[in-house]
């Protein structure tokens, strides 16, 4: 199984997956199985499209695609996770948006970016995939599919020039183009190059990064599933760009900067006049402080200071709820729900926002009575559960 410094599947699995691609589209030729990851991130929210540092880590729930090639143009795409949505057919000279392909539109897009850089995509597939991700919970299943796509196109087809890196730029510039979405390049990167037990510590202005051992100790990552569901490319992510990209056009005008990254806390203070709107204000100060927290926060996990990383990640809730407006009531719910119960290092909002998912640090003695506290909670308040997720990365 082709999966970038990622944990394997079992054996039985994986051959249960190919015995279920041979059940719907027939035995023989290449059948080959591909991996890829989905992640969470610890700190560095919408900093990665405003020039910043994020600091997020694959995990070890993924996507799987068994896949192998046609003789014909013919695409034929098929989702266990949708299994009521049959084999959506499509084909090589069909690559442009539509509402109809749905999901399909993300491995297409991919498709169609390829060739757009002058990969010769030269004959159809049959694609079967499954996904254990929560979908729309901000754990980025739409990455994990986009970027197992490019990895089964490149070894199928022979494109050895591409590196991961080069994979993580193409999905991005795929879901920026294709589908919509203005996202930065965070999710693609971090399932693209995610290492078991490390997350990445990326500067997205210059895409030079570091892996730094996840060493917790005694705690545990929890992410909890809202069940609220967010399509960014439907939601305020791009206008949250849109005024970012904005806020800086006006700071630009008053000081020589390139990205919100390039800022110290005195720097901006000292020219945020520039900016008029309150609104661009306080989505420029999330972006600003947001970078300079995930710097803190990094030192500090290098260091040891778990508590510290804890009350870093209290403010970036804080700063996204108030300052960049990212969040929802039932999300605060959760995060409110994990700041009163003991054991609990630090949770936020993780994610593009507008529903989705908390991550939280909860020593490894209180995870069961967290989740039984904050499932308890959210249950009387919104009349139904969340989910969680412990996770392994």
């Not at 009350?311 to 409110?336: A, F, G, K, P, T």
Request: proline share 2%.
């Amino acid at each position: 199984m082709n999966a970038p410094n990622r944990g394997k599947a079992s054996y039985n699995m994986k051959q249960e997956l190919i015995e279920t691609f041979k059940k719907l589209y027939g035995d023989g030729g290449d059948i080959r199985i591909f991996f890829a990851p989905g992640r969470v991130n610890l700190i560095g929210e919408h900093t990665d499209y405003n020039g910043g540092h994020v600091f997020p880590c694959a995990l070890n729930m993924g996507t799987y695609m068994i896949i192998r090639k046609r003789e014909d143009r013919v695409l034929n795409f098929y989702s266990e996770n949708r299994k009521e949505l049959g084999i959506i057919t499509s084909g090589l000279d069909q690559l442009y948006y539509t509402e109809q392909a749905g999901w399909t539109n993300y491995p297409k897009g991919v498709l169609w970016a390829m060739k757009r850089d002058g990969y010769e995509i030269s004959s159809g597939m049959d694609v079967f995939v499954y996904g254990n991700i929560p979908g729309g919970a901000g754990l980025s299943s739409s990455a994990s599919l986009e970027v197992v796509i490019a990895l089964a196109v490149k070894e199928l087809f022979g494109f050895t020039d591409l590196s991961l890196i080069d994979l993580a730029k193409l999905c991005q510039y795929a879901e920026n183009h294709y589908n919509g979405v203005n996202c930065g390049i965070m999710d693609q990167f971090t399932v693209a190059v995610g290492r078991k037990n490390n997350c990445i510590f990326l500067n997205t202005n210059d895409l030079t990064y570091q892996y730094v051992p996840l060493d917790l100790s005694d705690a545990k990552i929890v992410v909890t599933n809202s069940k609220v569901k967010h399509n960014l490319a439907e939601s305020g992510y791009n206008r949250r760009r849109s005024e970012c990209e904005e806020a800086l056009k006006e700071l630009q005008e008053v000081v020589d900067i390139s990205g919100f990254g390039d800022f110290s806390k005195e720097l901006f203070e000292a020219n945020a006049t520039a900016i008029k709107d309150p609104s661009l204000l306080r989505r420029a100060r999330h972006a600003v402080y947001e970078n300079l927290r995930t710097i803190e926060a990094v030192n500090a996990l290098s260091e040891g200071n778990l508590v510290k990383f804890g009350i870093l990640m209290n403010d970036s809730h804080r700063s996204l709820r108030d300052d960049y407006q990212v969040s929802c009531e039932e999300i605060d719910r959760l995060v409110e729900l994990a700041w009163e119960h003991p054991g609990v290092i630090g949770s936020r909002i993780t994610g593009g926002g507008f529903g989705g998912c908390t991550v939280s640090i909860v020593k490894q003695d209180f995870v069961d009575s967290f989740t039984h506290h904050v499932g308890k909670g959210y249950q009387e308040s919104f009349g139904h559960d969340p989910e969680f997720y412990v996770i392994e990365t």
